[in-house]
């Protein structure tokens, strides 16, 4: 799945962000279409140019971060987590152009890179989104993430998703083989 940094599903390659996916990122972040219920909404170019420094610092410092998504080498859009600037812990996000959403691409890049997330040693993964944003919800329930809050912002409901594995040490024993005619 994970290959020279590159996550590949049946039709995507998620790459962790860098300073070449700026002008793609700046875009997109730009775009009401895709970025108005993200958090902080749509970006200026200068804002997403502090976020791309800061999604390259979290990969340093976590060894989790922020992928650009593409489909047949073009860019789609972005997934991966953040540490939230609400405290709430490290964040799952996603956003695709308009025009490549209703596929399925968002579900499937979210669902590799929440394993991906465990996988590095994230025990623990949010997702927070608006109460009325039924596409957004439908994707966390269908990679197994489940409610666990809400909160009020700006005059809207929040739902709050998590995803929680165990740390592979709090994970139970195998049973012993059972001996064959035996108890």
Not at 19 to 47: T, Y
Not at 98 to 106: S, Y
Not at 135 to 155: H, K, Q, V, Y
Request: glycine fraction near 12%; charged fraction near 25%.
């Amino acid at each position: 799945m994970i290959a020279g940094g590159q996550i590949r599903t049946p039709r995507l390659v998620l790459e962790p962000v860098s300073w070449r996916d700026m002008e793609d990122m700046a875009r997109l972040k730009a775009d009401a279409g895709a970025f108005a219920m993200m958090l902080g909404g749509v970006r200026s170019r200068q804002q997403a140019e502090i976020e791309m420094a800061e999604d390259l610092a979290c990969w340093a410092r976590c060894g989790v971060g922020i992928f650009a998504i593409r489909e047949d080498g073009r860019f789609i859009g972005m997934t991966g987590l953040h540490q939230r600037p609400d405290g709430r812990g490290m964040g799952l996000r996603f956003a695709l152009w308009p025009w490549a959403a209703g596929r399925g691409l968002a579900r499937e890049a979210a669902s590799v890179v929440l394993n991906f997330a465990h996988d590095a040693g994230q025990r623990r993964v949010v997702a927070v989104t608006r109460d009325t944003n039924i596409a957004s919800r439908t994707i966390l329930g269908g990679i197994g993430m489940t409610p666990c809050d809400s909160f009020m912002r700006d005059g809207h409901k929040m739902q709050v998703y998590e995803s929680v594995r165990p740390a592979r040490h709090e994970l139970p024993l195998p049973l012993p083989p059972r001996r064959p005619g035996g108890g």
